[in-house]
């Protein structure tokens, strides 16, 4: 069965960082975009960063210079490096991927989540 699993998050002070991973199991051919989203309670998921199958990324404005997300295709996973981390980062973190199939088909793929709490 083919899933996204998520690591990495945690408690961190202000001003610390963290790495997220995201590690896709199961058989696949190859994933395209994979991007990390997150959520607080009461507010929709938002994008904060994506990055295509020819490395270009992408960044919400709100994490742009600290924030930085890269992929490793051998691995089949993606990371997500955060710097400078403020209290207003504090979210579940999930991770997104089109993932495509030995069939040719593709479908879009989360993880579970995983939390991510920055202490003033």
């Known amino acids: 069965q083919v899933q996204l699993v998520e690591s990495g998050g945690g408690l961190v002070q202000a001003g610390g960082s963290l790495i997220l991973s995201c590690a896709i199991s199961g058989t696949i051919f190859s994933f395209n975009t994979m991007a990390w989203y997150r959520q607080t309670p009461g507010k929709q998921r938002e994008l904060v960063a994506a990055?295509?199958?020819?490395?270009?990324?992408n960044y919400a404005d709100f994490v742009k210079g600290r924030f930085t997300i890269s992929r490793d295709n051998a691995k089949k996973a993606g990371y997500l490096q955060m710097n400078s981390l403020q209290p207003e980062d504090t979210a579940v973190y999930y991770c997104?991927?089109?993932?495509?199939?030995?069939?040719?088909?593709?479908?879009?793929?989360w993880g579970q989540g995983t939390q991510v709490t920055v202490s003033s």
């Open positions: 997104n991927s089109d993932l495509r199939f030995l069939s040719g088909r593709v479908y879009t793929y």
């Open positions: 990055i295509g199958a020819d490395g270009r990324t």
